[in-house]
Nanobody, 116 residues
């Protein structure tokens, strides 16, 4: 089994910063891609940033995704946060198990609230 655990969410004022972290653990051959998505109340889940897919327009210039392959971790540095960034942020990883099969995994989500 593969687990993704996010951390780093919280309450921040507009204009502030947060850094989200996601750690992948378990039994697998490799991780092909990692990304961050978010879901605001009443809205569909959307891509924020991906290692291979790049950034959503709403994230460009403010958010930075990075990956530590040795630690199987992905980070999302979020600067100049806005109230509309409020959402549950989910880590996503495309993982190749030892069987050679590619699986898509999600973390449990971490809440980010931007409010004064």
């Amino acid at each position: 089994q593969v687990q993704l655990v996010e951390s780093g969410g919280g309450l921040v004022q507009p204009g502030g910063s947060l850094r989200l972290s996601c750690a992948a653990s378990g039994s697998f051959l490799r991780i092909d891609d990692m990304a961050w998505h978010r879901q605001a109340p009443g809205k569909q889940r959307e891509l924020v940033a991906g290692i291979t897919s790049g950034y959503a327009d709403s994230a460009k210039g403010r958010f930075t995704i990075s990956r530590d392959n040795a630690k199987n971790m992905v980070y999302l540095q979020m600067n100049s946060l806005k109230p509309e960034d409020t959402a549950v942020y989910y880590c996503n990883a495309k993982v190749v198990r030892y069987s050679g099969v590619l699986f898509n995994y999600w973390g449990q989500g971490t809440q980010v609230t931007v409010s004064s």
